[in-house]
């Protein structure tokens, strides 16, 4: 029962939290992860979800957006041309603005999107950008922190709102799931993990993960989405026309009486 009271308590959060996705107010980008707290933590759970996709994936362009995506190993991945877009993180292969790509369309398989729908200040035109230079049937990978969770219910005290990652918008993945739905993407993967960050002893972590593996989908720290890019042809109706049966002249028995009789 207590469960189910926390679980409910968190969503209400979250619907107490939610406000227009476009914000006016500057917000501190991040480029790397040691500019966030328990940084070290969050990137090894990402790159662990990452290790378990990225050889699943074809094609001829991977793009990593943001510093915190450059920062992400994947160079076990079997699409080998690999861009890397950021302003001051030292790893990036190109400097260029996360809303105006310099691409032409369709022209990615797979992006990676690493903890930056928080600090952009309009998530919409951020992933329709996106959306114009990947290709059918591409994947996009989307991480961030999860409002709902112990880690983020941590932005209301007051000493950790001018700190990293509560500086963040923190949108609820369900949310995020939303966006990606109405731009025609199929979400593959949804979870969440981590319970609790734990970057001295590890083992104390995996132990919360697996005796709280039942709440993980509801309150873990971090998401992890993973959606296909579907495009649906349009293919033209066309009528059913039904000819009209032609007419046809009624047989007439023209034979006589005495032929009948003769017969």
Known sequence: ?????????????????????????????????EQFAHGEWACRHIQCRLDEWLPKFFGYHLL????????????HCNIQ????????????????????LPFVDKAFDVCVLANQLDYTDDPHRLLREIDRVMIDDGYVIITGVNPCSVMGVGRVLPWRKGHL??????????RVKDWLGVLNYEVVELSCFGLLPTTKDRM????LETSFSGLLPAIGSLYFIVARKRTYPLKPIKPAWKLRKGFSPVGVNYRTRSETDAA
């Open 204 to 207: 104390s972590g995996i132990w």
């Open 64 to 75: 990593k957006l943001g510093g915190l995506s450059c920062e992400l190993a994947s160079g």
């Open 1 to 33: 029962m207590l469960v189910t009271d926390s679980i409910i308590f968190l969503q209400l959060y979250a619907l107490l939290l939610m406000k227009p996705a476009r914000s006016r107010r500057p917000l501190e980008y991040p480029y790397t992860w």
């Open 165 to 174: 990652p509560w500086s963040g918008r923190m949108f609820t993945p369900l």
């Open 81 to 100: 041309h690999q861009i890397c877009i950021d302003k001051i993180n030292p790893l990036r292969t190109l400097e260029a603005n996360g809303y105006e």
